[in-house]
C-alpha cells in the first residue's frame, strides 16, 4: 500500500518538472523571439521597433536585404563577385544616379532575381538596373540547387515565413551585431555595399582558380536558344516603367578562358549574348555590353585576381561604359 502512494507521488513529481520544463524553454523562446521582432536582426523591414539601420557583416546572401530597402538609393548593380568590383559611388557620380551594390556572393541568377525582386518591391521609383550577367545566365534547363541554400524566406513577402526562421544561433549573432550598431558599439557595414576583394587577394597575385562556369551545350540547334533564365529576366524587365534603364554587362574573364572563334563554345556564348541583349532592347538608356572579350586588357595576368575576379583597372573601364551606356543607350562608346 505505501509503496504504491510511494509510486503516485513519484509520478507526480516527474510530471511537474517536465511540465517546469516545457514551461522554461517556451518562455526562454518566447524572449528570444520578441528580441527578434523589437531588433529584426536581419534589417528587413518586416519587423523591428528600435529604427536600427544598417547590418554588420559580410554575409552577403543576408545583408543584400537590407541595402535593397534602402530608399536612399534608386539604382542597384546585381550579380555575383564578378560584379563585386563595380562600385556605386562612381556610377552615382557619372550617371547622376544613387546606386547600391547588391551583389550576393556565388549566387545564381534564380537568387539574383529574388534580390531584384526584394529591391523593386521597396522601391517605387528606380532610375536604372545594372546586371552583371556571368555564365549562369546561360544554362538550357533551370539548375538544381546547389551549396549553401540561399535564404529565401528573408526576400519573401511573408512576415510568417520570416519570423519563423529568426529563432536561430544566426539570428540571435545578427541581432546582437544591430544592438550593437545602434548602441554606437559597432559600425554599420558601408551603406552602398561597397567591399573591395583586394582586402584578401592583394594586387599582384594570380590564383589559378574559379574557372568560368560554362554551362554544357545544348542538345539541339533548338535548345541554344532557350534560357529560362534570361526569360524570367526579360520578365520581369517587362513589367516595369520604360523609363527605367537596363544595363546587362557580361564580365571580363583571362583571356584563355574567352571561348574561341569557331568552337561550339563561341557558339554557345553568342546564342547567349543574343538573348542578353534582347532584353535590353527597344528600352531608353539601356545597353547590353559583352567585356568577356580577348584582347590587351584581358590577356594581362595583372588584371585579375583569378580566371573570373578582376581588378580595379578594368572595374573602371565598365564603370565607363556603363555610364556612357545609361546616357547614350545602344550607341554609346564602350571602349575596352
Request: glycine share 6%.
Amino acid at each position: 500500500m505505501s509503496s504504491s502512494i510511494s509510486s503516485s507521488e513519484s509520478d507526480s513529481g516527474w510530471g511537474r518538472s517536465l511540465l517546469a520544463c516545457l514551461g522554461t524553454l517556451i518562455g526562454a523562446a518566447a524572449l528570444v523571439l520578441a528580441l527578434m521582432v523589437v531588433v529584426d536582426p536581419y534589417d528587413s523591414g518586416k519587423l523591428g521597433l528600435l529604427g536600427i539601420d544598417g547590418v554588420n557583416s559580410r554575409l552577403t546572401q543576408i545583408t543584400a536585404a537590407s541595402r535593397a530597402r534602402d530608399p536612399n538609393f534608386n539604382a542597384a548593380i546585381l550579380g555575383n563577385s564578378t560584379a563585386q568590383m563595380i562600385e556605386p559611388a562612381e556610377l552615382s557620380r557619372a550617371a547622376g544616379m544613387r546606386f547600391v551594390q547588391l551583389y550576393t556572393t556565388g549566387s545564381a541568377p534564380r537568387e539574383q532575381l529574388a534580390v531584384l525582386d526584394f529591391f523593386l518591391r521597396h522601391h517605387k521609383q528606380v532610375g536604372a538596373l545594372v546586371i552583371a550577367a556571368d555564365p549562369g545566365w546561360c544554362v538550357h534547363a533551370r539548375p538544381k540547387e546547389e551549396g549553401a541554400p540561399f535564404p529565401y524566406w528573408l526576400y519573401d513577402t511573408s512576415v510568417v515565413t520570416y519570423a519563423m526562421r529568426l529563432i536561430s544561433w544566426q539570428a540571435i549573432e545578427q541581432a546582437f551585431q544591430r544592438l550593437g550598431i545602434g548602441l554606437g558599439k559597432r559600425q554599420r557595414m558601408n551603406p552602398d555595399g561597397f567591399v573591395s576583394y583586394e582586402d584578401i587577394w592583394p594586387p599582384g597575385r594570380f590564383k589559378e582558380i574559379n574557372a568560368p562556369r560554362d554551362p554544357a551545350p545544348a542538345i539541339s540547334t533548338e535548345m541554344r536558344a532557350v534560357f529560362p533564365e534570361i526569360s524570367a529576366l526579360q520578365d520581369v524587365v517587362r513589367s516595369l516603367p520604360p523609363d527605367v534603364a537596363i544595363v546587362i554587362v557580361v564580365p571580363p574573364t583571362f583571356a584563355p578562358t574567352v571561348p574561341k572563334h569557331g568552337t561550339d563554345a563561341a557558339l554557345e556564348r553568342r546564342a547567349c549574348d543574343a538573348a542578353l541583349k534582347a532584353v535590353t532592347e527597344g528600352r531608353l538608356r539601356s545597353n547590353f555590353i559583352n567585356y568577356r572579350v580577348d584582347n590587351a586588357l584581358t590577356r594581362d595576368r595583372d588584371n585579375f585576381a583569378d580566371f573570373i575576379h578582376y581588378r580595379p583597372v578594368l572595374a573602371r573601364k565598365i564603370e565607363q561604359g556603363i555610364a556612357a551606356s545609361l546616357r547614350d543607350g545602344e550607341s554609346a562608346k564602350t571602349d575596352f
